[in-house]
């Protein structure tokens, strides 16, 4: 089972907006909508950001949102704060009952 | 306090053996699929292996397959991993982590989202 596909970084000013992509076949996505993002800070575990494509947890901002077009989900970022600097990983259950990460984005505020 | 707490994790030699551990407290820890996910050190995440609410279903990533076992212990809020025939390549930072439990699909050890992490307990093959 391979990653699916996240750029290595995206950086982005305070305030601006960023999008992470994550690319993987049908397969991958199991032509479900159970794609989840987690964000990561150094030395620290991790942390679910959104659930089933665009649903955010309780207590998650209402800058970060979600979409998903095909086999491509993203992750978007608003109003980019320096605290979002982190890392941040997609995942998605997958067609045979397995889950798979994403290779991961480090997301940097200029 | 809503939380989950690993150990077991250690320096183990080329093909030996390990006991991951999971304690869950402040949540119905039966209602709740559970998870271990790892991470290599500097790399990114990984699927270990998935156990649904009373361990009927579970399912494993074709990297730990028949090498890795995971179970659970509702009476004790636990969750475990037996790792055996470990290699270098699963030096990691282990995870346990809930998933929903409100998973539509059937028959399966869980489709969730991974809502709580543990810290993580460090497992190194040298």
């Known amino acids: 089972q391979s990653a699916l596909t996240q750029p290595a970084s995206v950086s982005g000013s305070p305030g601006q907006s960023i999008t992470i992509s994550c690319t993987g076949t049908s397969s991958d996505f199991g032509g479900y909508n159970y794609v989840s993002w987690y964000q990561q800070h150094p030395g620290k575990a991790p942390k679910l950001m959104i659930y089933?494509?665009?649903n955010r947890p309780s207590g998650v901002s209402n800058r970060f949102s979600g979409s998903k077009s095909g086999n491509t989900a993203s992750l978007t970022i608003s109003g980019l704060q320096a605290e979002d600097e982190a890392d941040y990983y997609c995942s998605s259950y997958t067609s045979g009952s397995t889950y798979v990460f994403g290779t991961g984005t480090k997301v940097t505020v200029l | 306090e809503v939380q989950l707490v690993e150990s077991g994790g250690g320096l183990v030699k080329p093909g030996g053996s390990l006991r991951l551990s999971c304690a869950a407290s402040?949540?119905?820890?039966?209602?709740?699929?559970m998870n271990w996910v790892r991470q290599a050190p500097g790399k990114g995440l990984e699927w270990v292996s998935s156990?649904?609410?009373?361990?009927?279903?579970?399912s494993y990533a074709d990297s730990v397959k028949g090498r890795f076992t995971i179970s659970r212990d509702n009476a004790k809020n636990s969750l475990y991993l037996q790792m055996s025939s470990l290699g270098a390549e699963d030096t990691a930072l282990y995870y346990c982590?809930?998933?929903?439990?409100?998973?539509?699909?059937?028959?399966?050890?869980?489709?969730?989202?991974?809502?709580?992490w543990g810290q993580g307990t460090m497992v190194t093959v040298s």
């Open positions: 089933d494509v665009s």
């Open positions: 402040g949540f119905t820890f039966n209602s709740y699929s």
């Open positions: 156990i649904s609410s009373s361990s009927r279903y579970i």
């Open positions: 982590a809930s998933s929903g439990g409100s998973c539509p699909l059937i028959r399966v050890a869980s489709c969730d989202a991974f809502d709580l």
